[in-house]
């Protein structure tokens, strides 16, 4: 397999899960804030 | 909500065309994916310093805590971005010169930044009452900013590194390729708005534990 779409595939995997992972934390602290 | 899309179709468009579109640097060759990713966070590292060192300066003149919770996220923002600057110039370094850590003047750089970084936020933790810790921290921040310039700009230039020429070279030009000057450039500004999208939640999550400890 071509190197290239292995560094985008996990490239865009962490960038995702990150990008959950502040959306979620976000949330809580909306959540919190509320209270 | 449309904002955070926006940032994370940026970066993400940014990573398909720059390792997919963009041509390799000759001197770099298979390395140069790196390059996406290690120069944005070197300069998000420098910009959240920056901001650190400037709300250190206003909590002095105001007294208003809410630059200290910006001081102190930006802080370790920075931090942050610093290690993960370090981590990928360290692989790019394992690839290229065959070895992880060299102590190059650019290494030995970047590790200073972590040490007096690292110190700060060791001084942050061990300060009872938020008035000292924000006033100690205050001029800790500003008189550790004074060293990031030179560190960060001046010392790599004086001593002889293996590292590539900065992206502005002697001749105050940017040399490189449209393309890949496209994509590090779009990095640069999906790295920014990251870190201003993280630095609004930290300093939410500064205030609620101020809220909560009363």
Known sequence: MDRNWVVLGVSLLVWGLLFFWILRVERRVSEVEKR | ??????????????????????????????????????????????????????????????????????????AELGLVFCIVATVTGSIWAK????????WDPRETSIFFILLIYGAYLALRASIEGEEKRARLSAVYSILAFVAVPPLMFVVPRIYSSLHP???????????????????FFSMLIGFTFLFAWLQRLRVRVFRLERRLAV
């Not at chain 2, 690839?95 to 060299?102: E, K, T």
């Open chain 2, 95 to 102: 690839s290229m010169w065959g070895s992880w850590w060299n």
């Open chain 2, 165 to 183: 020429d900065p992206i502005i070279n002697s001749s105050g030009k940017i040399d490189m390729d449209p393309m890949i000057r496209w994509c």
């Open chain 2, 1 to 74: 909500m449309i904002w955070r899309i926006i940032i994370f179709l940026w970066i993400a468009t940014t990573m398909v065309v720059a390792l997919i579109g963009a041509p390799l640097v000759p001197v770099l060759q298979e390395t140069t994916r790196v390059l996406y990713f290690h120069i944005p966070s070197a300069w998000v590292t420098t910009v959240a310093l920056g901001w650190s060192m400037i709300n250190s300066l206003l909590y002095l003149f105001t007294r208003n805590l809410k630059h200290d919770d910006q001081a102190a996220a930006a």
